[in-house]
Structure formats: structure tokens, C-alpha cells
């Protein structure tokens, strides 16, 4: 296939936030059906989507090349834009510490930006475009100080030796012909290439006018202002033909998009899992011996005075086994160290929720407080072999002293190498509306009107597009006002682009050496510590493993009463209590639960009067249940509770299994131990079913029905029958519940 005869060097993805509106799958997408081999991301300050975009444009076949719009500054005034572009390792390490250090080192609440001095020794490996009109050489010959401009780009051409262009830009902009010309004789007097740049905002021209809706939102303008930031239709995309056209005068600066190309062979690439060494571990002990020892007492010490240790003794050496064989020893050492550290210090820890709860080796640690085996959860549904991700423990600390934590965690393994988690905030639809409504200046009232027509559903959100659909009266108002067809057309095509930054709840990562050695660093104006630039899905599989510390109300509320109880002379020992109590279970089935954790809700403290909850399956099970799609299994769950309804078990080996509750299906874990039971799964392959049922993804599916069914006919079932219980399964599985989590 022929190659197009042009690179794009200048794009801002969604990343250069409330600025750029070039998604990075479409640029990936378009540069491959446009024959382009190589592309660049530009953002504004910052290498947000380095990794996703490196990913993207390697699985269409375009070569990704990484860079960073920087802003710099050369003589005390605004700062420059100067683009720098890696070539290489070493260049991707120095452009991780510019970038790093611009945020984390600047003044606060000021927009990122270098020093030129702070390029010595953070040059190689990098090659420098000169930034256009607005770059450190273009504006000063925009106002006429040639010899400052000499100056900065003699200082440039010491710190990129043979790898500074100077960069040449034609968006109509009157700025750009002035400038141009004296722009090409230093390039000739200084010997420096010239290379053809279009800088990008958006794919194509048809998306400008709702660009110029997006400047406007981020800088608090109206679309009719004169007096305002805009860039013109051709900061789009470009194709190659239009940019030889453009450029037909100057040939060498288009070829040379081809030559940067070619110097640049480097991609950011994922990375296997990268845990930090426990602190203070023994000399001459290896983590994984720690993490057998102390599994083994952690085991002895929860089975004391109990008659059943062999089923615990066996399911613990299976689970060190896999932990140990997948690498994670020191995963769970980690966990372990930190709980015990806030549990030493008075510092209430929940009994773990989440799948972590079904570990034997969770609760031998005290990791986690729930007895899996009791509970019939399963450690497959948290580690599975047979799929390969990491561990994950969501650990509640009692949310007045969360920070004490962190801080000991910060401590103990070095403050550059614990950093919180970016996230995104994504213009979604009613707000998106609301936003372009206030920059058409169309009236509040009629702009609220609308916007109360799309669904407000954060836990399942509806998108623009779907709502217009289901929404007669948005397509009638769209039909008959031209102002509403403008507001729909824009929302639609600005609709999920990011436009701030902030930081996750309670994501936190720890590295094995200082972060900025590994990925790019933020700084979120609230907090004192440093951010990662990749957000939760990047940063893992940037390497990083993370960490979750949820603040939790409850456990303060909890510690509290304690508290006070304690000063009336009672005791309570919140880690022991019964799970029995009669009276617990009356005041659960009359409602009286305002303030309890999961259970406050008026539908929730109805259904607890509904079910007449008098054990702690039920409580289990009714955690399950309320929300969306388990829902409709309430009547069945209650009616067959009080003996209204005749439970339907579907086979003799599946009873045991739904017996507690009643022949419905409720958890993740039942359909897992139904596909080993039933059909021969082993627990790994029924957690890659569970998952492919969770998903509907057809061909896996089809797959797992000729196995099931397969294996259910080996065990003596007939087909029909194996097909049904394979059907209903699979009704369950898409909305079945994780059993370890509503648990814990």
C-alpha cells in the first residue's frame, strides 16, 4: 500500500482538556484510512493520553509518534510554545521529567510551564519543533526583535543539536505571513531544516463550529462575542493532498514530516506488573516464604478451638500456591502491612468487601474479616489462573482517619513513589446542553426544559443521542427551532470530550523506584501529593499496581458509639459479634434501620420488612438483590421464603447450592459452582464464563453453551435438560451478584 507524503507532527487529542476535540481512536482511525504512517499527539502541557494513543494507533498499523506541546519561557513575558517530539527511551524519560516537573514544581494554580534552562540536561533523545507564530523564535520576529529571536533560537540549537526544525504553519492567519518570511532566512542562515506543521483541534472542518462552542465553554464566552479565543476551519486534520497543495512552494518542509517520522522509533508500551519491595523484610527471606509463614500462624490463629482446620488447611496451600505461581506474593504483604499498621494504631478497617473477601489467605492475613468457607465464596471469583489480571482489595478505613494511612504508606515506601489516580471529567449530556445553551445565549428556561427531557441516571448514563431518540418532544422541538437543531448538533458533537482533571477517590499507586522514572506526574491544586497523568485503566497497564483506600462514614460512626458505649461501662468488640442475635434480626425485619450502612434507603428498609429477614443469609442475599435487574427476583426470593411459592431446583447436584436462597440464582459464585458441578468446569474456566455471561458476548457464548451442555451430558443429564439449565444460568449470570461483596 502506498503511504501518504505527509505526517501530521501538531494534534491536540480530547487530552489538551477544553481545547483539543480529536478523539484518539478517530485520529487513529483516520490517519490509517487516510494511508498516513505515522502520526503525533501534541496535547497542551501534558502526556495524558501518551499511552492510549501509542495503543490505538499500533492496532490500526499507524506508527504513534509521542510529543508534548510545552510551554516555555525564554525572557520573563508569557510563555512559548516549544513541541517537543521523542525519538527514543531516553527521550521519553526526559520528556516524563520536563513535563512531571512542570506541574509539580511550578507556582500553584499557574498553567504548566518549563524553563528553557531546565532543558539542559533533559534534551536528548528529543527533537524540538520551533513552535510556529506562537513559539519562542516566531513571536519575537511577530514583534520585530530579530536579534532576541536569533538569540533563543541559537540557545535552541545547542540544546537540540541537529534535531531543532523550525516550524512553518498556513492557517490563514495574517500573523503567519508576516512572520513566515523571516522565519525561512534564519532557518537558511542557521542551516536548520524546515518542517510544514497543521495544527489540529478537530478532525475534519465540519466539526469547527462546534469547537468554537467548546473555546467558549472553557473561557466563560458567547459564541457571538468578536473579542474572543478562536482558531480558524483549517486547524483541522488536514490531508496529505491539502497540505502538498498548501506547501507546493516549499516541498522540503513537507518532506521533512517524513524524515522526523523515520528518527522517531518510539512507542510508550505496556509493562508487566511492577510491585515495590516490602520495607523491612527479613535478610535472607524471600517474600513468598514471608507470605507462607504468615498465612500459616494468620490460619492457626482464626481455627483456634474449632474441629474443621483440614478444609481450611487445604483451601489455604491452593491459594498460596496460585498467589505464589502468579507473582503476587508480595501484592498481599503489602495489603497486610497497611491494615495492620491502621488496626495497631486504633484506626477502624472494614471487614473487606469485594471479591478479596473469598481469599482463605485474605482472612488468615486479616486482610479481610469474613470466613469464606462459612460463606461458600470463592477465591477463583478474585484470582483466577486460568486469566491472568492483578489482585485488587477496595479496604475501607474510617474516613476521619483515612490520611493517617496514607501518610504511613507514603513513609514507608518513599513520598515519590506513592501518587494518586487522574480521572476525567467528561461533558456528558444534560451538562453538555447546559453548556452550549449558555454559550448560543439561548434562553435558561427553554435550555432547562430540555434538558429535564434526558434521562438523569448516573449509575447507567444516557447518552445524547439515545435520549433524542426516546424522546419525542426533544425531536419535535429539534424539528421546529433552528436555535434547538444548532444546540442538538453542537451537543452531540462535543458530548463526552474531557473537560477538567481531578483525582480518583481512593485510587492510589506504589511504585518500585520514584514515579517520574515511570510515568508522568500531575498535581492536583487540592492535595499535596503527586498524581499520575495515566488514568486508573492506563496506569495499570502502564505497570503500576494499585491500591484502594476508601473513606468510609460508617466505620467512624461505628468507632464512635463504641466510643461512648465504652464510657458507660461496655464493652463491645465490634470484630465479634454474633451473627444470630434475634433482637438484631427484629429490629432488621421491622425497617428500623435509618443509619445503617446499605440499608437506609426507604425501599431498602421496606424490603426487610417484606422479606421478615431472620438470618444472615437472608441480610446477604437482600443486598443482592435490591438493584436494578436482580430486582425481579424479589417476589420469587420471598415468596418461596415464606412457603408461598414452591423453590424450583434444577437438579440434584444444583440444590445444595441454591438451597439458602430458595432456588434462585443470586450470586456470581452460584453460577460458577453450578458450571462445576453440573457441566465439569474447573472454578477458573466457570469465573471466564461467568465473566463471557456477564459480558453477552455471543461468540464465547456459543462456545461455553457446546461446552456446558457437553459436560452436563457426560455427567448423566439429558440434553434438554442440560440446554435449560444452561439458559437459565445465563439469565441469572448477566445481572448475578458478587456474593464476597454484599457479604462483606
Known sequence: MLHAEFVHLRVHTAYSLSEGAVRIDALAKRCAEQSMPAVAITDTGNLFGALEFSLACAAEGVQPIVGCQLAISTDGTEPDQLVLLVQSDAGWHNLIKLVSKAFLEGPEGEPAQVALTDLEGHSDGLIALGGGVRGPIGRKLAEDRKADAEAVLEQLKLLFPERLYIEVQRHGLSVEDRVEGPLIDLAYVHDLPLVATNEAFFVDATMHEAHDALLCIANGTYVSQDDRARVTPSHHLATAEEMRTLFADLPEAIDNTLVIAQRCAFMVGRHDPMLPSLPELAEGTSEEEKLRADARVGLAERLKGRDDADAYRERLAFELDVIVDMGFA?????????????????????PGRGSGAGSAVAWALKITDLDPLRFGLLFERFLNPERVSMPDFDIDFCQDRRDEVIRHVQEEYGRDRVAQIITFGKLQARAVLRDVGRVLQMPYGQVDRLCKLVPNNPANPVTLQEAIDDEPRLQEARDEDPQVT???????????????????AAGLVIGDRPLDELVPLYRDPRSDMPVTQFNMKYVEQAGLVKFDFLGLKTLTVIERARQLLELGGIAVDIDDLPLDDAKTFGLMSRGETVGIFQFESSGMRNLLREAGADNIEDIIALVALFRPGPMENIPKYIGCKHGNEEPEFLHETITPITKDTYGVIIYQEQVMQIAQVFAGYSLGQADLLRRAMGKKIKAEMAAHRQTFTAGAIMRGV?????????????????????KAHSAG
Open 330 to 350: 508480595g501484592y498481599f504483604l503489602i495489603v497486610a502491612e497497611f491494615i495492620h499498621w491502621a488496626k495497631e494504631h486504633g484506626i477502624p478497617v472494614g
Open 486 to 504: 444548532r444546540l442538538l448538533r453542537t451537543s452531540l458533537q462535543l458530548e463526552g470530550l474531557y473537560r477538567h482533571a481531578s483525582t480518583h
Open 718 to 738: 439429558d440434553k434438554a435438560r442440560a440446554d435449560y439449565v444452561f439458559s437459565l444460568v445465563d439469565k441469572f449470570a448477566g445481572y448475578g451478584f458478587n
